[in-house]
């Protein structure tokens, strides 16, 4: 009958642990073994006191000791390198540990966890004495306190110069762009038909002393300049491009399509003035006075003359026109938005940096951009009582009840069992809460439930995980234990690491099992705050009450 009891136990944990919310509870037996000792176990405030683990394992194990302040409240000062005893055919590995405490009292080096290649290994606690250092003033002379010596500060550019270049910069940009905009604004307005311009260019000519010095060469140099913007703008013809002979060959044929009433000899007469301005530039050709005054007063009827000669555009080239002016605003007002947009964006930008600089990134990235967790700690919080045995528990979302897959064994060892969470592993916080209720003749052990939590968090994807445990007590009284730490998981879109931490809750009480977990970025400034005030709020009621 005894035997029986157990082979039903024994069936009863193996299902139960292996199956509820994930957490695999089950029992290691390990070839290693890990001892902790101290080299003494009472210090004066601030000595250091000698912190050794000793690990007896296999020849090809793979061994992690403890890194960092995982000696709390003990303060881990340094870690000296491993030493190694090989008795054949295992290893003794043996490192080291200082640790201090700057304050008086009884204190516990907590169990230190030990990654093995196969498994792990947790060392025993220790206790340790802090005393406080005794003076007797009536044999120690005391001395007066020494004046403070004053020291000269560094130089150092004050944040309000930074400030000041960063404003004096955006102002110079922004004043560089409505100057270019009213720059484009007054050309437009100041330009002038291509008819009446050359009429002022040659005018302007006419007012020069190209004649008087007898500086035929840049007077003919001017001269068909002008007359060769004009055809450009008038006539829309590359004659700033063109040659001499390229310029009236296509003058000719426009005639010829009557795209331009021109007489034959105004076509020749022209081209000779463009020779002579040839000879005049290249071949230092002085014309003579009379003849450069001549030429001058045929450029001026031949400006005449093309300005009458460009026939009345038909019905359709207007409309070609048209659509054309239409397109050339529609750019006009794309640039114009474009302009404004680039000024909006730059004033932003602006903003955003003078408050980055003023106030920091984080204000920014909350404040302007958003943060998921602010908005949870500032959301309306819900106060709600969750399974069985109950669990009343204050939190920012309403939890949502979820499935729970669990062998037909299991089902016949338990009353009842109900998961609740929100969020998920991979967002910004995450929160489990899950109750077992088992049948009245089952007894149940937390301490070995709250050891396949390390296994549980693997299996869901953790590694590089650290882990503590130690007692917890609600407001009201109840006891539980805690296990939390830290570890990393793998981000499923860019591969990356996401460092998590986490606090697991666990009680046994009113004949079940209760579990709290929350899951939180490492860097997540909001985080604690909406842990402690979910703790602050657990109360594990009596449903029989």
């Given at each position: 009958m005894k035997q029986n009891q157990y082979t039903y136990l024994f069936s009863f944990w193996k299902a139960v642990l292996l199956l509820f919310v994930g957490i695999t509870f089950h029992q290691h037996s390990?070839?290693?073994?890990?001892?902790?000792?101290?080299?003494?176990d009472s210090i004066l405030i601030g000595e250091q006191i000698k912190y050794s683990i000793e690990v007896d394992t296999e020849a090809d194990d793979v061994v992690t000791f403890p890194e960092g302040q995982t000696f709390v409240p003990l303060e881990a000062v340094e870690a000296f390198p491993v030493d190694t005893l090989q008795i054949e055919p295992r290893l003794k590995l043996i490192r080291e540990y200082a640790l201090t405490q700057f304050d008086s009292g009884h204190y516990t080096i907590p169990q230190q966890f030990i990654q093995l290649k196969n498994g792990e290994a947790l060392t025993d606690s220790i206790d340790v004495i802090v005393q406080d250092v005794v003076v007797d003033t009536t044999k120690q002379e005391l001395y007066p306190i020494k004046d403070y010596i004053e020291v000269e500060r560094p130089f150092s550019i004050p944040s309000w110069v930074w400030k000041g270049l960063l404003l004096l910069l955006v102002l110079v940009v922004l004043a560089y762009l409505i100057y270019r905009l009213w720059q484009h604004k007054k050309e437009q307005k100041e330009r002038i038909p291509p008819y009446e311009q050359a009429l002022k260019a040659?005018?302007?000519?006419?007012?020069?002393?190209?004649?008087?010095?007898?500086?035929?060469?840049?007077?003919?140099s001017m001269l068909t300049f002008i007359s060769r913007r004009y055809l450009e703008d008038k006539v829309e013809v590359r004659a700033m491009e063109y040659t001499t002979n390229e310029l009236v060959n296509d003058l000719q044929l426009r005639k010829d399509a009557e795209k331009i009433k021109l007489q034959q000899k105004t076509i020749d007469d022209?081209?000779?003035?463009?020779?002579?301005?040839?000879?005049a530039k290249f071949a230092r050709s002085q014309?003579?006075?009379?003849?450069?005054?001549?030429?001058?007063?045929?450029?001026?009827?031949?400006t005449d003359e093309v300005n009458i000669a460009i026939p009345e555009p038909t019905e359709e080239e207007l409309q070609k026109n048209k659509e054309y002016l239409e397109k050339i605003a529609l750019k006009k007002r794309r640039i114009k938005w474009i302009t404004a947009a680039l000024i909006v964006v730059l004033a932003i930008a602006a903003a955003v940096s003078y408050l980055i600089v003023s106030k920091g990134y984080d204000y920014v990235k909350d404040n302007v951009f958003g943060n998921p967790?602010?908005?949870?700690?500032?959301?309306?919080?819900?106060t709600s009582s969750y399974g069985y045995p109950s669990v009343s528990i204050t939190t920012p979302e309403i939890l949502i009840r979820?499935?729970?897959?669990?062998?037909?064994?299991?089902?016949?060892m338990l009353v009842g069992n109900e998961t609740f969470k929100f969020g998920g592993i991979f967002g910004n916080f995450y929160m489990v809460l899950s109750t077992l209720e088992f049948q009245e003749e089952m007894e149940f052990d937390l301490e070995t439930a709250v050891d396949g939590i390390y296994e549980n968090l693997e299996e869901k994807g953790a590694y590089n995980i650290l882990t503590k445990e130690d007692k917890y007590q609600t407001l009201d009284g109840v006891e539980g234990v805690r296990v939390s730490g830290s570890f990393a998981i793998e981000n499923p879109f860019t591969g990356n690491d996401i460092k998590k931490e986490y606090q697991i809750l666990n009680f046994g009480e009113m004949g079940g099992y209760q579990q709290i977990t929350m899951i939180y970025d490492a860097e997540d400034q909001y985080a604690d705050e909406i842990?402690?005030?979910i703790l602050n709020s657990i109360e594990l009621k009596n449903n029989s009450n």
């Open positions: 390990f070839a290693q073994s890990a001892k902790a000792k101290v080299d003494r040659l005018e302007e000519l006419d007012r020069s002393s190209y004649i008087e010095e007898r500086n035929l060469r840049e007077y003919y022209f081209k000779a003035i463009l020779e002579r301005a040839d000879l014309p003579d006075v009379i003849t450069a005054k001549e030429d001058r007063k045929f450029i001026g009827e031949f967790s602010k908005e949870l700690l500032q959301s309306e919080w819900y979820g499935d729970v897959e669990m062998a037909q064994e299991a089902e016949q842990v402690q005030r």
